[in-house]
């Protein structure tokens, strides 16, 4: 094999692979992570990620790697997983930072419950994200490719994911492999910079 092959890996509970990806998870969700936890975000994240059974763990994750530095990320979970999750994880990695995350999750509890709508028999994309500068590259192909396996291999009837309305790039590259808007949140207003839509394929 070519030896600048992208190669994949699912993550391991390591501390330094929490950090990567808390830092990717953060960019992907265009900053809302660091808002919702403050300062401490990768260390917060970092740590919950080497716990099971939650929706940031590590058993969600999968790195694309060359020449063993990690370009990219992607996480999902079966709506079943995602129910029987716990929040836990992330609240004990918080300690002292749990306050802010209580404000900010009671503030913006619609927002941060939209998982929820995701129906059984679903697996939900959570997070993709690749370097800057690396778009382009096959990087983000692989990673789709790699969580339909995933989803597939779990049985699940339809990938389903949310992109923020204004990220007309990457709900374009979604629209290429075959999947369509299902859904707009908020349904009746418009929320400048927070609006969603729910996209849709059918495995």
């Known amino acids: 094999m070519h030896q600048n092959a992208t190669m994949l890996r699912t993550a391991t509970p390591d501390i330094d692979e929490g950090r990567l990806f808390a830092r990717f998870l953060d960019r ?86 939209i998982i929820d709508t995701v129906a059984d028999g679903d697996f939900y994309l959570q997070a993709i994200a690749v370097e800057q500068g690396l778009d382009g590259k ?17 049985e699940s009837a339809r990938l389903v994911l949310d992109v923020s309305a204004k990220n007309e790039g990457a709900r374009r590259l979604y629209e290429r492999r075959g999947m369509t808007i299902e859904s707009r949140w908020p349904k009746r207003v418009t929320i400048p910079g927070l609006s969603l839509y729910r996209m849709t394929k059918m495995l």
């Open 28 to 113: 992907a969700a265009e900053g809302f992570f660091r808002f919702w936890l403050g300062r401490n975000t990768v260390e917060i994240i970092a740590k919950a990620f080497m716990q099971l059974n939650h929706d940031l763990s590590y058993q969600h994750v999968t790195f694309a790697e060359r020449d063993k530095a990690v370009l990219g990320m992607i996480s999902g979970y079966t709506a079943e997983q995602h129910r029987c999750s716990s929040d836990q994880p992330l609240k004990l990695a918080a300690g002292n930072f749990n306050l802010r995350m209580m404000v900010i999750s009671t503030l913006f509890a619609p927002l941060l419950r």
């Open 138 to 154: 096959g990087i983000g192909s692989a990673l789709m490719d790699s969580i339909e396996a995933r989803a597939i291999a779990s």
